[in-house]
């Protein structure tokens, strides 16, 4: 049978690709396909303790049995109430803030909460050139849409937004925004906070850090949670790091 491997961020490096197709036997489970892969590409042997496991989006355990035309991502530790639609999207390009904010505000929404996450100019003591952004599209565009989901379930006319960018973005602009609005300021700031947060443990985006000396890497520094992606269990220009989100 033949199956679709995607390999994110640092488990890409790893494999030296981020997408393959692999012939597997019939009956192969999770483990057999770890064990394909700590043969055939070493360097992948040392992340297993971080990484999960997803099949067809959904996190598994090294038991799941493989079908042929599955689809198998390596994921490493990351970055509707009333009928009105969920508004969580990714773009490849500039954020139009205004547009977000526009989705929550409502008459009856007092209240308005906006975050911008931005690039930072530097980390670690190291100057920062620009941020790139790669993402499971499948599984965080569904994880983004849960967290807005329980967001507006939790609070009375309370709206939310997320919106996150992907691909590079430079010093100074914007790779994420969350909007809320309710009626009252104290549901909003709290919708905010944890949506951000949410954000930050359960959506499988990663970044990577371009600095100016040349160098470059993933910071990937919190594993994925259970409440949306559960978490199981260098080249010479790449430093291992990671966190996902400004």
């Known amino acids: 049978m033949k199956i679709r491997l995607l390999a994110f ?5 790893a494999l030296g690709a981020t997408e393959i197709e692999m012939e597997m036997a019939d ?3 999770v483990a057999d396909l770890r064990m394909r892969l700590d043969r055939d590409h070493p360097k992948i042997v040392p992340l ?3 990484l999960a496991v997803a099949v067809d989006g959904r996190i598994v355990s090294p038991e799941e049995a493989l079908r042929d035309g599955a ?9 509707g109430g009333s009928g009105e639609p969920l508004h969580a999207e990714l773009v490849d390009g500039t954020i139009d803030t205004e547009r977000v904010v526009a989705a929550v505000s409502g008459p ?8 911008l996450g931005t690039v930072r100019d530097h980390h670690a003591g190291r100057s920062v050139e620009k941020l790139t952004y790669s993402a499971y599209r499948l599984m ?9 989901a329980d967001l507006e379930a939790a609070a009375p006319d309370t709206r939310a937004a997320i919106v996150h960018r992907l691909g590079e973005v430079s010093v100074g602009e914007p790779s994420v925004v969350i909007a809320v609005a309710s009626p009252h300021r104290a ?14 443990a359960e959506i499988p985006i990663w970044k990577r850090e371009h600095y100016a000396d040349g160098g470059a890497a993933w910071r990937e520094e919190e594993p994925l949670t259970q409440t949306g992606v559960n ?16």
């Open 71 to 79: 689809e198998v991502a390596l994921l490493p530790p990351v970055s």
């Open 187 to 200: 549901a909003a700031y709290e919708a905010s906070r944890t949506a951000l947060e949410r954000l930050k």
């Open 231 to 246: 978490s199981s269990s260098k080249t010479p220009a790449l430093e291992h790091q990671v966190d996902r989100v400004p």
């Open 48 to 50: 297993w303790t971080r």
């Open 27 to 29: 009956g192969s489970r």
């Open 108 to 115: 009856g929404r007092g209240a308005v909460v906006i975050f």
């Open 9 to 13: 961020a640092s488990a890409g490096d």
């Open 140 to 148: 965080a565009l569904e994880g983004l849409r849960r967290i807005v």
